[in-house]
């Protein structure tokens, strides 16, 4: 069971949240460099996206998303999207830059169940 969305987001919103670090498509071995984004355009976009996901957390996680909402925040949030599809952002920082990269998701769990509409997903690893 997720414990964070109450519906599973779809994954043109999770696509379209990572493009807002200059990510097209959901592949391995993706990357940016947070330093060399500029921040006030990730906040703008994301907060044209944030009503939309907002619909998809679990009230009490809602509050994730807010007006106040940063750089490290919208990271933050990525991450928990990408785990719906078995993708996480892996930090490399090297020196004074922060490289994250996409990468397929290694995990033993028996299953991830999330609802769709009033179906109920479940898949096998």
Request: charged share 25%.
């Given at each position: 069971?997720?414990?964070?969305?109450?519906?599973?987001v779809?994954?043109?919103?999770?696509i379209?949240?990572l493009?807002?670090?200059?990510?097209?498509?959901l592949k391995?071995?993706e990357?940016?460099?947070?330093?060399?984004?500029?921040?006030n355009?990730?906040?703008?976009?994301?907060?044209?996206?944030?009503?939309?996901?907002?619909?998809?957390?679990?009230?009490?996680?809602?509050?994730?998303?807010?007006?106040?909402?940063?750089?490290?925040?919208?990271i933050?949030?990525?991450?928990?999207?990408?785990?719906?599809?078995?993708?996480?952002?892996?930090?490399?920082?090297?020196?004074?830059?922060?490289?994250?990269?996409?990468?397929p998701?290694?995990?033993n769990?028996?299953?991830?169940?999330?609802k769709?509409?009033?179906?109920e997903?479940?898949?096998?690893?």
């Open positions: 069971m997720n414990q964070i969305f109450r519906l599973l779809p994954k043109s919103i999770v379209r949240c493009s807002l670090f200059g990510i097209e498509e391995e071995n990357s940016f460099i947070k330093e060399s984004l500029n921040e355009q990730v906040l703008e976009n994301f907060k044209l996206l944030s009503k939309e996901l907002k619909l998809y957390y679990i009230p009490c996680k809602s509050y994730i998303i807010h007006d106040d909402v940063n750089l490290d925040n919208i933050t949030i990525t991450r928990q999207l990408l785990r719906l599809y078995h993708f996480k952002l892996v930090l490399k920082k090297k020196t004074k830059r922060h490289i994250y990269e996409l990468r998701e290694k995990t769990d028996a299953s991830l169940n999330i769709t509409n009033s179906h997903v479940v898949s096998f690893l």
